[in-house]
């Protein structure tokens, strides 16, 4: 679990740039879905050199935020901080628009070309924030972090999940999986940026638009438990033994804190973590790529309610988990994403098992390419191109690693690096605070500018 102070930090940041950009997660929020949808395309350019077409930077940067975090992130926020952890999953998402847009902007603002390709990131960032030797220490730190909370961490919850979500619709053995998921990411992998970005602008959209789908079917079948659902959600945020008793020993701190926490890794705001992809994003102005970035965070929001949604109203928790006296007699089939393919089990049978075991292998294969990638663009700031096929291979054998290992202790891995990684990303885009604000002015002046040659 993210370390408290973490918690509060990405928090705070949130409200402060909210209040400081006049809540741009709400003004920009039109200018945002124009530019992401307006006109929207799966056979966009192919990315090169000089970066991603802005919708490739989006869907890269949803492929990252839109994995493991809404699906088996959702069920264990409600197993283990009650319908409550929902309300605050919630309250990090929206204050986490606005975080997102500063990391974005930033990083177009200062992406770089380095061995003839275009990159950027928080370490380039950091490093403008803080001049000199202490800058490059933080940057460094940062760099390091990073390759170790996602490209190895993150990408072993990835195939832990999906490994988990198989063998529960399968007769299969996990290792088996494991390895065809490795195989297929080093495919992906060694075929470089342009591969990456025409694999996740095409997936994403299917993927995106088939779970949705599927999960609204569910809830209109279950449509009368959805306000008890939303009941239980706000009751439970600020009284959870009002909702599921005191057996399981959850209260108001831990419902904030696992759907706080759950909530960052679902949507990524404040991590430094999509800033990779939306600092290599084909734009005119740096901002232009930041309300595009938010609409990232809105999407996680409206797949992770949906999830919630599916569990609350299907009965499983109040019959099979919240009724226990100990969080060490729940069934380890029902932890993660388990307890998702039990709700929709209730329903389709057996069908419904598989239909998110293949969700799951869609969200999380993606989100795996998409974690390689922002390792990768740190790989490359600390040793250069070369070192690129070599982090390739480690992250290929650490992806089969992890589709071997039991649920708990993966997401407690994952949890510590991302935590660790949170500090000096943040204090890259606090220092430059003054310098987002002078952008978000000039991105008005911009747009004034753009639509009066327009006319």
């Known amino acids: 679990m993210y370390l408290l102070n973490d918690i509060i930090l990405l928090c705070g940041t949130g409200i402060y740039f909210t209040i400081r950009l006049k809540f741009v997660q709400t003004v920009k929020f039109k200018d945002g879905w124009n530019r992401t949808f307006g006109g929207l395309s799966l056979k966009g350019k192919a990315a090169d050199k000089e970066g991603m077409s802005s919708f490739q930077s989006l869907a ?28 605050w999953m919630w309250m990090s998402a ?18 770089t070309y380095k061995d003839g390709h275009v990159i950027g990131g928080p370490a380039y960032y950091i490093q403008a924030a803080y001049k000199g030797t202490l800058g490059k220490i933080i940057s460094v730190i940062f760099a390091i972090l990073i390759i170790l909370a996602l490209g190895i961490m993150g990408n072993m919850v ?46 994403v959209p299917i993927m995106a638009i088939s779970y949705l789908l599927g999960a609204i079917i569910l809830i209109m ?76 965070v809105f999407f996680t929001f409206i797949v992770l309610t949906l999830t919630a949604l599916v569990i609350l109203t299907s009965g499983i928790l109040e019959d099979q988990i919240y009724h ?16 998702a393919q039990k709700a929709f089990e209730m329903k389709f049978g057996h069908i419904g098992v598989i239909f998110i075991a293949l969700c799951l292998l869609f969200f999380a294969f993606s989100t795996i390419i998409a974690w390689y990638f922002f390792g990768e663009q740190n ?18 054998v650490f992806i089969f690693i992890g589709s071997t290992l039991k649920v708990d202790l993966v997401w407690a891995l994952a949890d510590c690096f991302n ?37």
Do not use: W
Request: net charge positive; charged share 15%; glycine share 12%.
């Open 94 to 111: 929206f204050f986490g628009m606005a975080t997102i847009f500063v990391e974005a902007s930033l990083g177009q603002k200062y992406k």
């Open 379 to 396: 790989i490359k700031y600390l040793f250069g191109q070369k070192a690129a096929k070599i982090y390739a291979l480690v992250v290929v």
């Open 60 to 87: 890269t940067a949803i492929a990252a935020q839109v994995g493991t975090g809404n699906l088996a992130g959702a069920a264990t926020a409600l197993i283990a901080g009650g319908p409550g952890a929902i309300f």
């Open 221 to 296: 079948l279950n449509i009368t438990k959805v306000p008890h659902a939303f009941y239980m959600i706000f009751v439970s945020a600020f009284n959870p033994e009002a909702i599921i008793g005191g057996s399981l020993g959850i209260g108001i701190q831990q419902a904030m804190r696992f759907g706080i926490a759950r909530g960052l890794f679902s949507n990524e705001a404040g991590m430094g973590s999509t800033p990779h992809a939306h600092a290599i994003a084909k734009v005119d102005h740096p901002c232009e790529q930041g309300v595009v970035a938010m609409m990232g």
């Open 419 to 455: 935590g660790l990684m949170v500090i000096p990303n943040l204090l890259g885009i606090l220092a430059l605070s003054p310098l987002v604000s002078s952008l978000a002015k000039d991105y008005k002046k911009f747009k004034k500018e753009k639509n009066n040659q327009n006319k």
């Open 324 to 339: 226990l006296s100990s969080p060490s007699l729940i069934p380890e089939t029902l932890k993660g994403i388990g307890l």
């Open 158 to 203: 990835q195939s832990n999940s999906i490994s988990s979500a198989f063998s529960n619709s399968f007769p299969v053995n996990t290792k088996i999986i494991g390895v065809i998921v490795a195989i297929l990411s080093g495919f992906i992998f060694l075929g470089g940026v342009k591969r990456i970005a025409s694999f996740t602008e095409k997936i």
